[in-house]
């Protein structure tokens, strides 16, 4: 086998557990609690969804505010 093709392997090994570990931390935050302090409404009017709110607690946007915003940002950049 080749440095390469060896490197390649790993690279694609590593890849995998970072996006196992990210499940899994997905996973997680879906089943904890909710933070019942946070507001469960963006300033849009709209409710944000419990498993957004379970999987980033400090989130104060609904996802169509939060694309939005995310696609004003790389505009400016």
Request: aromatic share 4%; charged share 40%; net charge positive.
């Amino acid at each position: 086998m080749s440095v390469s093709n060896r490197a390649f392997e790993l690279a694609d090994r590593r890849a995998e557990e970072e996006r196992a570990e990210g499940i899994r931390r997905v996973q997680q935050a879906i089943r904890a609690p909710i933070n019942v302090t946070a507001s469960p409404f963006c300033d849009c009017g709209e409710r944000i969804p419990d498993d957004r709110r379970r999987a980033m607690p400090r989130a104060t946007r609904c996802v169509d505010c939060e694309t939005f915003i995310e696609r004003q940002s790389r505009r400016r950049a």
